[in-house]
């Protein structure tokens, strides 16, 4: 059976599990074995049970096998865990709280040994185990206090993070055969494409960007080059693959005949500009880079800031690292951080409504981060404001 995607508190028992965060002396099943973890076992990301490899003592008997994790003991019965084989290796039912007493069995007929482990959590545990599915962040009013320090310690991880991921999306963009100066600055040019086309458009622009990549003949101007990119984008008689763009539910700056021919004039002048600049100082490579882009194809000053930070600085890292040059990565990081960034008080409102202090300056770019891939997707257990305050 293919395995679904683990809702939040399906994760965060996982955790809890893998890293033992109960009271482990004492343990005793709901049919009264004592219980002795050995080794949690390996969690699984394939089909089949969480947790492989697991040794437990079950009344003074060792047992190698897998681990079962679920919040209600009743999962099993709706995960139809009773009609699989592959969950006939679980030495180990673990659940918060057992709703089945009794009634849960492998495929063999016999019975999984079942910990409930409600009882061993600490309270700021036990609380966030019980919690629903809200909005805002959860440790919001259900966790023990968190310093300051601790929140501003977890957003500059955050900050780093973000950096490295938006490296990350430029490196998939990358073809490594071929120049590294060819291929680095493809990879660039349909990052900007993507950052152009915003949510709706982002897959048509990265295909519009590889059709052009593709062409075998360019022209020299930057208007012939646009007029070649536009008849590329809407001119589908002409063209093997046509591209089904959103027109509709955006404002008129950001509709496709407005962002292909900013895009275009991005691509143009990336290419034209000798692969040398680049390796100038970041500053410096990107004044030279926009002051060379005619004014009426540049986008407005937020959009502009925007692909500076989220693709350019980020792929003159890349740059830095394919060369093996330390000081071009170091030089493009600290500019990154060196110069404003503007927080939306969406991003914001989240964390002050938690009560946290947010201060001004480069760390600040981290709360999009935060915000995004540990609060929003429940990643609480990666999060060092989860760790510090249960742990405290």
Same mark, same amino acid.
């Given at each position: 059976?293919?395995?679904k995607?683990?809702?939040?508190? !399906?994760r965060?028992?996982q955790?809890?599990? !893998?890293?033992?965060?109960f009271?482990t ?11 002795e973890?050995?080794d949690p076992g ?8 969480d947790?492989?490899?697991?040794r437990i003592?079950?009344? $003074?008997?060792e047992?190698?096998?897998?681990v079962e994790?679920?919040r ?7 995960h ?16 918060y ?5 009794g #009634?849960?069995?492998?495929?063999d $007929?016999?019975?999984?040994v079942?910990?409930?482990? %409600? ?7 036990n ?5 629903k599915e809200?909005e805002?962040?959860?440790?919001k009013?259900?966790l023990m206090?968190?310093?300051?320090? @601790?929140?501003e ?9 973000y ?17 590294i100066?060819?291929?680095w %600055?493809?990879?660039?040019?349909i990052?900007i494409?993507?950052?152009?086309g ?8 990265q295909?519009? @960007? ?11 101007s ?10 590329? @984008? ?8 046509a591209?089904a ?9 950001s509709?496709?005949?407005?962002r292909? @021919?900013q895009?275009?004039?991005f ?6 500009l ?24 540049i986008?407005?000053?937020n959009?502009?800031?925007?692909? #500076?930070k989220?693709v ?6 890349l740059?830095?690292?394919l ?44 709360l ?21 305050a249960?742990?405290?």
């Open positions: 059976m293919k395995r995607k683990s809702r939040y508190k !399906e965060l028992l955790w809890i599990w !893998e890293e033992t965060e009271t002396t004492l343990l005793e099943s709901d049919c009264g074995s004592m219980v973890i050995l390996e969690l699984n990301h394939g089909e089949g049970p947790f492989l490899r697991s003592k079950i009344d $003074g008997i047992l190698h096998g897998s994790i679920h209600l003991a009743s999962e099993w019965i709706a139809k865990h009773q009609n699989e084989k592959n969950y006939d290796s679980v030495i180990l039912h673990v659940v709280e057992n709703d089945k007493r #009634k849960v069995f492998r495929s $007929g016999t019975k999984p079942t910990l409930s482990i %409600k009882p061993y959590l600490s309270s700021p545990l609380k966030l185990a019980r919690l809200t805002g962040l959860l440790c009013d259900n206090f968190i310093h300051q320090e @601790a929140f310690e977890q957003i500059r991880k955050a900050t780093k993070e950096f490295t991921y938006k490296v990350e999306e430029v490196l998939q963009k990358y073809e490594p055969r071929g120049l100066s060819e291929s %600055k493809n990879a660039m040019i990052q494409y993507r950052n152009l915003i949510s709706a458009n982002r897959d048509q622009m295909q519009l @960007a590889m059709q052009v990549i593709a062409e075998k003949t360019w022209p020299d930057q208007n012939e080059f646009v007029d070649l990119v536009n008849e590329a @984008a809407f001119n589908p008689k002409k063209r093997k693959f591209i763009w959103r027109q509709t539910g955006m404002r008129p700056a509709r496709p005949v407005v292909v @021919a895009a275009a004039a691509h143009y002048h990336i290419r034209k000798p692969f040398e600049v680049f390796l100038e100082d970041p500053a410096i490579s990107w004044e030279m880079f926009t002051s060379s882009i005619d004014q009426e194809l986008p407005g000053r959009t502009l800031n925007l692909i #500076k989220t350019f600085q980020p792929s003159i890292y740059l830095g690292q060369l093996f040059s330390t000081m071009l990565m170091d030089r493009s990081f600290e500019t990154w951080l060196e110069e404003p960034h503007q927080i939306p008080d969406m991003i914001k409102k989240p964390f002050l409504e938690a009560g946290f202090l947010i201060k001004n300056g480069a760390g600040s770019i981290g999009a981060h935060q915000l995004k891939r540990y609060c929003k997707r429940r990643e609480c257990h990666n999060c060092n404001l989860f760790k510090n249960i742990r405290s």
